[in-house]
C-alpha cells in the first residue's frame, strides 16, 4: 500500500469545507435560526415588545403633535350655531370641543372636516382630534364642522406660526348630558414620501398620540364662552 | 481561446459596462426632475405695474401692514400676530373658464402664508374671474408678527396664480420689502368691487 489516505492531507480550511458539503440544509437552517433566537434574547427574545401608551394630558396642557401643537381647553353641549349654519337635526344636539392649534409647518394646513366636499387644497389636510366615550357616536366619527372661535368663520386653515383657538363641532344625541366624561384623541400623522406617482407627500394613518378625558359642560342655547 | 484574449475580453467587457453606468448616471443626474418640470411658470411683477401670465393678468396697487383690520362686510377678525392686506386689481386674459383665483400667497423664506377666506366675500381670494373686466379687492394673510419683522420679511415674495393648485402655470411673483412698512394699528378695508382702481 503506497497511497496516502487523502484525509490525511486535508488542511483545517478542506476539513471544513468537507464538513459544511455534508451538512443537511435543513440543520443548517435550524442551527442559523437558534442562533438568531439566542442572540435576540439579549434584546428581549419572543416578549411582548412593549405597547407604550398614549400620555394623558391635562386640560390645557399643550400637545406637540408632528404638524400641529394642541391645547384642549373645554368640551361643551350646545343647542346650534344658527350664524355658521350648523344646526343638528331633531332630537340631536351640538358637542363641541375647543382647542388652541397652532402650526409648526412651513405651509398653511386646512384642518378637514365631513363637510369639505370634493375640492380640497393640495396637500394641506391634518388630521387633528377626535373624540370617544359619547353614546352612539363611533370614535372615527369626524366633525361636522370646524370653527374659527374669533370670527365664525367655518373654513380652518391655519397659518404657521399662528396660533388659532377652534371649534370642533360634532352632532350627538340630546340624551348626552353634561358631566358626562368624554375622552378626546390627539391625533398625528407622520410623512412617509413625497410620492412617487401622485403629486404631495404621502402620509402615514394617523395615530393617538395623546388622551385627554374631559368632562362635558352644557351652555345650553349657547353662549359665546 | 487563449487566458491572454480573454482577459482583455474581460476588461473590454468591464470598460465598456463602466461606460454605460456613467452615461446613465450623468442623464440621470443632470435631467431635469419632476419638481423642475412640473414647476409653475414665474412671471416677474412690481407694484403699481400690471403683470400678465397665460390666463391671469394682476395689478398689485398697495401692501400694508396692520394689527386690525376690518374688511368691506363688517369682518373685523382677531389675529396674534398682523395682518398683511394686498389691493390688488386680478381678472383673467384668455378664458374665464376654471379661472378660479385659487393661488395667493406670501412666501416668507421658506414658509408660505395663504391668504386668509375668513373674511368671507370680502376678500377676492377663491373668486371666480372674468376675462377683461378686473377684479379689485384685498387679500388678508395672517403671519405671526416675529415673523413679519424678521431678516427674511425683507425679501417676501407674494404670488398669485390661478387654481390652488399652479404647477404648469403662469404664477406672478412679487417682491415685498414686509419690514419696510409701518404696522397701522387698525385698517379699514374696501369691499372687493368690478373695475380697475
New interface residues.
Partial sequence: MTATPPKERRSWRQGARHLYDRLPTAWLLTGISGVFLAVSAVFGGLDDAPVQAAPVLETGDTHVGAELTIAVSQALLIDAFPEQLVIPEDGNRLLVVRAVVENTT???LRLSSASTGPVK??GIQADSIRIAGVDGLPVTTPPVSIL?I??G?D?A?V?????VELAFVWEVADTVAEGEPIEVQLMDRVKISEGELT?GGLYDDPVVSATLDLTLDDVGAGVSE | MSPRTSRWCHAANGAVLVAILSVAALVLHTAPDRDLQQSPIPVPATLGEPATGRNIRATVHSVAMAESVTAGNGWAGGTPGVWVVVDLSVEAVATDEGAVFGTAVLRVGDTRFSASTRPGNATVVSVRLATGIPLTGPLFFELPADVASSAEAATATLELALNSDPRVDSLLVMPVDLTDLPVQESLDVDFPEWGDR
Avoid at chain 1, 397659518?159 to 396660533?163: A, C, K, L
Fill in positions: 412651513t405651509g398653511p387644497l393640495r374659527v374669533d370670527d368663520s373654513e386653515v397659518q404657521p406660526g399662528v396660533p403629486y
